[in-house]
Each structure stands twice: as C-alpha cells, then as structure tokens.
C-alpha cells in the first residue's frame, strides 16, 4: 500500500490522474454529444442532416490543414522562458501565438465560404448549402484555442481542458432539442452548433485568460506586440513544421475514407470506417498522453534535467504499450463477439480490418512519447521528416493493396504507417539525447579546463 501511494503521490501519479481528467472529459463529451446528434437526425432526416454534417466535416477538415497548431510551439518557448521570470516577454509570446490563431481562424472561415459558394458548385457537387456554411463560419472565425490551451496546459490546469467542452455541449443539447420540438430546419440545428462552438471557444479564451493573470503574465494585447519575429526568430518556422506535420497526418487519418470508397466502393468505406472508429479508442488516449506530457518533458529539456526526460520517455512508452497490447489481446477474444451485439452480425466481416487497426494503434500510442521528446528538444523538422516519409510509404502500400485485397490493404498500410513512425521517432530521440549530452558533457570539461 506504501508503494502504490508513494506512486500516486508521485510525478507518475499526478501524470496518471491528469491523463484520467483528460479521458473522461472526452468520453463525457462524447456521450452528451450524442443527444445532440439523435436530436439533429431524427428532425431533419437523412439528406438534410447529411447536408450539415457534410458542411461541418468540411470546415473541420479545413481548419486542420490550414491552422497553425500554436499550442505546440508556445509549451516549448514558454517552458524556456519561464527562467526569466520577464512577464512582458512571456505576454508577448503569448500575444504570437494569438495572432497565429486569429489569422488561421479568420482564413479558414473564408476558405469554407469560398468553397460552399464557387467551388462545389463549379465542381458539380451536392450538399453544401451557402446559407449553412455562413452561419458555421463565424463558428470557425472565433475558434481562437490554441495560446488558452498551451496557458492552462503549461500552468497544469487538465481539469479545465478537459471539463469545459462539456459545457458546451450540453448547451448544444439544450438548444438542439428545443429546435427539435419547434420543428426547426437546417438553419436552426447550424445556428444550435454555431452558438454552442462559439461560447466553447469564448469560455476557454477566459479560461486561458484567468490562467496566465494567475501566473502574473499580462494580458497579451496589453503590451506591445511590435518586433515578435526579432525576439523569437524561431517561433514561426517552428509553427510551420508543426502544421506540416498535421496536415500528413490529415491526409493518413482522414482523407484515407475517401480514398477507400474511391477504389473499393461506398460498403468497403462503411466497414472500413467503423473498424477505425472502434480503434480511435486506443489512440485518443495516446493523444490525452501527449497533452499531459509534452509541458513536463518541455521543462525537462529546458531545465537540463536528462535523466529525468529520459526516465519519463520510457516510463510512459512502457505504460503506453502496456495499455495497446491489453487492447489488442480484448479485441482478438471479443471483437466479433462485440461487433455481433453492437453493429450487427452483417459487421462481423469487418473484424480482420479492426484487428489490423488495433495492432496499428498499439504502435501509434507508443510514438507519442517519442514525438513530444523531440517537439521538447525543438526538434519539430525531425518530426516532420519521419511523417513525411511514412505517409508516403502509407501510400505506397495502401493503393496497390485497396486495388489487390480491398480495405484490409489500407488497414495493412496504417500498420506499416505506425511500425515506421514509431522506430524512426525513437532512433531520432534517442541519438539527439545523447548527442546533446555528449555536446553538455563536453563543455563542462572545457569549462573545468580553463
């Protein structure tokens, strides 16, 4: 017993209980969600609901490709300055990655109304009403989280990352059942969701607001924002490479459904899609992971302390693999049987294309240290690389194996995908490790030369 609490009480225990914070606001989130979702569907019923639905995987797909994941480099050059201990620089940086979100925000808002109006029209395609791509722009224009969230995650607030989105989504509930018993149309639901986003985004950038006045840093508007690019010349390069990063993984994540109806038809994509949402289970809490360890492991780096990020890195791939291969054996014994009870006996078929998900999965949960070792090191372009060369190896085996084996090929190529991530992060983390310490240990005997 005097174990488990020392553990608990420990930096592994308060880790474990963040990371538990994070998965439960996520599986709360998605439960209200639901009710939402049943509302929206029952009133408005296939075509029109489809029609929304498209507009918002649309905007969502957008947003991802085009904004700046500004968290990622503000946790980095934040945890460097905080030796300082200068509020006025820490606001300004913080100010950066504000005008990042706005601008992206604003850009990504343009670009959804563009394509509803011009495009998809000039392309012949169906199911993008102008009138709901409006009203779900200003939605997308204020979601300004990236600088809030890195404040509340860099100040250890988990709770507050994970519980506010309930809120919102509980009023999302709230004003999609009155548009359900009043009967309203497409332009009710769009204008439900558009209100429910826009006060999420609105709560967290007071959240993130009260985060960075409890660490005594100003306002970020309040002070001047003049000469950013002088003062962090490697801030915007880093955002870059990061948003690069994102946008392979939008292409292997997302774009790879598309991909599968195209070459194996609309019934492939269904059982393809739903082995993969089954499978997101493990990954959403490698996700979780990573954002409870990325501000730690960035301190770490900062403050020197090698043994302890390396401690830490090994720690968590440890718990991590653990976790994967404990999904991986429940699915093997239980998923026919739970695709048999849930979906339908017409889905058992889809059980190989969940195995192969799963197994890809264990691989991803435990890359996730490894790329925010080397994001904490400010090695982001080494990411980037290693994404770019197994997205293209993804592709590689995913085409011919959609054309030759159907779906199970693309699920074959998240394997390949997750095995070659997860060995080139670790190579690259582990030698930029001991490069850098090698390159301290060097300098401290030249130091004790002199």
């Known amino acids: 017993m005097r174990t488990i609490a020392s553990v608990l009480n420990g930096p592994m225990g308060r880790r474990l209980i963040n990371i538990g914070h994070m998965l439960t606001g996520n599986f709360l989130n998605a439960a209200v969600m639901l009710v939402s979702v049943a509302c929206a569907a029952r009133a408005l019923g296939p ?26 480099p503000l946790i980095k050059f934040a945890a460097d300055e905080e030796g300082s201990g200068d509020p006025v620089r820490m606001a300004r940086l913080y100010g950066y990655g504000l005008l990042l979100d706005i601008c992206t925000a604003a850009a990504s808002a343009l670009v959804l109304i563009v394509i509803a109006a011009f495009i998809a029209p000039a392309l012949g395609m169906k199911g993008l009403p102008l009138s709901v791509a409006a009203i779900y722009s200003i939605a997308m224009l204020c979601r300004i989280v990236g600088a809030p969230s890195a404040a509340l995650r860099l100040d250890g607030k988990f709770k507050a990352v994970a519980y506010s989105q309930i809120l919102s989504n509980i009023l999302r509930g709230i004003l ?10 497409i332009i009710g639901f769009t204008i439900a ?10 709560l967290f950038l007071w959240l993130g607001h009260l985060s960075l006045k409890g660490q005594g840093v100003p306002f970020p508007f309040s002070v001047s924002l003049k000469g950013l690019r002088q003062d962090f010349p490697d801030f915007l390069s880093f955002a870059w490479t990061t948003n690069l990063s994102t946008t392979l993984r939008t292409l292997t994540h997302q774009a790879d459904e598309l991909l599968v109806g195209a070459l194996a038809g609309q019934g492939a994509a269904g059982m393809y899609n739903l082995a993969k949402r089954v499978g997101k289970f493990g990954q959403q809490i490698g996700v979780q992971v990573q954002t409870v360890l990325y501000p730690e492991l960035a301190r770490m780096w900062g ?13 968590t791939q440890l718990l991590l693999s653990g976790t994967g291969i404990c999904i991986v054996i429940l ?8 695709l048999r009870i849930g979906p339908g006996a017409q889905y058992v078929p889809a059980f190989p294309l969940l195995m ?11 890359s996730i240290p490894a790329k925010s070792a080397l994001l904490s090191m400010g090695e982001p372009r080494r990411v980037l690389h290693i994404f770019a060369l197994s997205t293209l190896l993804f592709y590689l ?8 084996f159907g779906p199970i090929g693309a699920s074959v190529a998240h394997i390949v995908l997750a095995v070659v991530t997860a ?18 240990l060097s300098g401290s005997e030249q130091v004790a030369a002199e």
């Open 397 to 404: 085996v995913a085409v011919p194996g959609l054309l030759y």
């Open 193 to 202: 969701w558009t209100v429910a986003e826009v006060a999420n985004s609105l």
């Open 423 to 440: 060995v080139l992060l670790d190579l690259a983390w582990i030698h930029q490790s001991r490069a850098s310490g090698s390159a301290s």
């Open 356 to 366: 192969t998900q799963v197994i890809a999965v264990l691989f991803i949960m435990h």
């Open 176 to 185: 999609a059942a009155i548009c359900l018993w009043a009967g309203s149309g």
């Open 303 to 315: 403050g020197t302390k090698r043994n302890a990020f390396r401690t830490t890195i090994f720690s």
């Open 47 to 72: 075509e029109q609901w489809g029609a929304m639905v498209l507009v918002i995987a649309l905007a969502n797909t957008i947003e991802r490709l085009i904004r700046f994941e500004s968290w990622q």
């Open 331 to 338: 699915t093997w014994f239980l998923g026919e049987w739970a």
